[in-house]
């Protein structure tokens, strides 16, 4: 298992498991996503994304969706989506990540903590205030800061030997992987093959 950026061919699929999870995603863009795949068949495990908000409030990092289809459930798939995101969350300079849940326990294990409302800024304030309204009051706002993330072991190990408690639906096809999955422009390379000589 690996988790990488999406591409442009994963958007009719992302959208297709977004509808299936009744996500609501009003500022959809594939490039903001992430995608757990099994390395042998490169079957889709799992998704999830960070939404920045830039306000006149203030500016800050939201761990969005975080998504695992049901056959890739409780084998640390999430877990390693979510690691992803906060890495990529502290590599655009957020050193704190958000999350807005009815879940607390499921993100104490990564070092979230939960947060009093009266001391979170104006803007992660008025961003849980419309979370409530579209999820319900019991919510609550969650951050962690990003030297502080950690996976625990336990879902290290699932997450090496994960496998779907299905068979591939039928007419599924595995996607080859090309060369733009490892940062390498099939265009402007001079040779197939850089043995670095």
């Known amino acids: 298992m690996y988790v990488r950026d999406a591409k442009n061919r994963d958007e009719v699929w992302l959208l297709d498991r977004i509808e299936e999870a009744d996500i609501d995603d009003p500022a959809f863009r594939s490039r903001d996503y992430v995608i757990a795949l099994d390395e042998e068949t490169s079957r889709k495990a799992g998704f999830g994304r960070i939404r920045v908000h830039k306000t006149d409030s203030g500016e800050f990092c939201e761990l969005a969706f975080v998504y695992t289809l ?6 640390g798939v999430a877990a390693h989506v979510i690691e992803r995101l906060v890495s990529e969350a502290s590599d655009e300079g957020y050193d704190t990540v958000y999350t807005f849940t009815r879940q607390p326990s499921y993100f104490t294990p990564f070092n979230f903590e939960p947060r009093e409302t009266g001391a979170l800024p104006e803007s ?52 080859e992987e090309t060369a733009e999955d490892f940062g390498i422009d099939a265009d402007e390379a001079t040779y197939k093959y850089d043995t670095g000589n």
């Open 70 to 75: 049901p056959p890739w459930r409780q084998q």
């Open 124 to 175: 992660v304030r008025q961003r849980l205030e419309t979370v409530r309204k579209e999820r319900g009051e019991d919510v609550i706002a969650m951050s962690v800061h990003a030297d502080e993330f950690i996976v625990p072991s336990r879902f290290r190990e699932r997450f090496k030997s994960a496998s779907p408690a299905d068979e591939p639906e039928e007419g599924e096809v595995p996607i």
